[in-house]
């Protein structure tokens, strides 16, 4: 049996170890939302541009909020909770409850890189490894506790997973482009029919939001621009075409033979492709 002491912290050293993976996790979190807003990009990942397109895409946020900043909160929260000076069976059903939400989400995450975004992002993995190896912490610790049957802990476990991944899911829009305007200006439809007209192709997937936010930026004037899905589960795909194309990262533009990777501003694309249009 454990010391009876409320300082799980100093006592357990498998609190010490869920502290340090929480630390890790919370370290993680920290990077990618770094990421996002200063880098630019995510280095060091081990699935080559696979960071970036996870990063990239519409499900890297849950109604606006950033899932690495979602993580962080969550890995730092049950952190302190394991330090401060709270009763060793509220701090253990804490990080159970904690960790079998984290895993349910993490589910959820891992099945978009793999079979909607079809794209891995090697942080993302060690983050839903540090999940499962805390709620197996958790779970072990629970039952050396002497605490509710194995089987009635599980069986709650198993049903926030559950809960979590169903109101994950449900919060993702599976149409946004039924929010991109429907009108545009002389200068978005002149740009579109240039490009159109000089053979110009965007190359893009549909769970990619710089491809939803290049597509709105010339309104309804995208429909004069030859666009190919590559995302073989979205609509009209070629992913053949993409991979002869070598493109590697959407959005990305075709312009009189030549790539150019990320999203553009219409004053840009006019520069590339020598439109002389005025605004």
């Not at 541009?49 to 519409?58: H, P, Q």
């Not at 805390?134 to 039952?143: D, E, N, P, T």
């Not at 545009?184 to 740009?191: C, I, T």
Request: charged residues 15%.
């Amino acid at each position: 049996m454990m010391p009876k002491g409320k300082n799980v912290f100093f006592n357990d050293g498998a609190a010490v170890g869920a502290v340090v993976l929480c630390a890790l996790g919370t370290l993680i979190s920290a990077y990618l939302l770094t990421a996002d807003f200063l880098l630019g990009g995510a280095e060091f990942c081990l699935t080559g541009e696979g960071c970036d397109a996870v990063r990239n895409s519409r499900y890297s946020s849950m109604g606006g909020i950033p899932v690495s900043l979602l993580g962080l909160l969550g890995y730092a929260s049950v952190a302190v909770a394991l330090i401060l000076p709270l009763g060793r069976k509220t701090k253990w059903n804490l990080l159970f409850a904690f960790s079998a939400a984290a895993v349910g989400f993490s589910a959820y995450l891992t099945y978009l890189e793999l079979f909607i975004i079809e794209a891995l992002c090697s942080w993302c993995v060690a983050s839903a490894a540090i999940t499962i190896v805390l709620f197996l912490i958790a779970a072990l610790r629970k039952k050396m506790d002497g605490g509710a049957s194995a089987l009635k802990s599980l069986g709650g476990a198993a049903a926030l997973l559950v809960v979590v991944y169903a109101v994950s899911y449900s919060v993702h829009s599976p149409s946004p482009e039924k929010d991109f305007p429907s009108t545009a200006s002389f200068y978005q439809v002149g740009l579109a029919k240039y490009l159109s007209q000089h053979g110009a192709t965007m190359y893009g997937s549909y769970t990619c939001a710089h491809c939803d936010k290049q597509k709105k930026l010339f309104g309804g004037a995208f429909a004069y621009i030859p666009y190919v899905e590559c995302n073989r589960r979205g609509p009209d795909p070629d992913p053949a075409l993409c991979k002869t194309k070598s493109i590697k990262s959407y959005p990305t533009w075709e312009i009189e033979g030549k790539l150019y990777r990320g999203m553009k501003t219409l004053e840009q694309l006019g520069e590339i492709s020598g439109y002389s249009g005025k605004r």
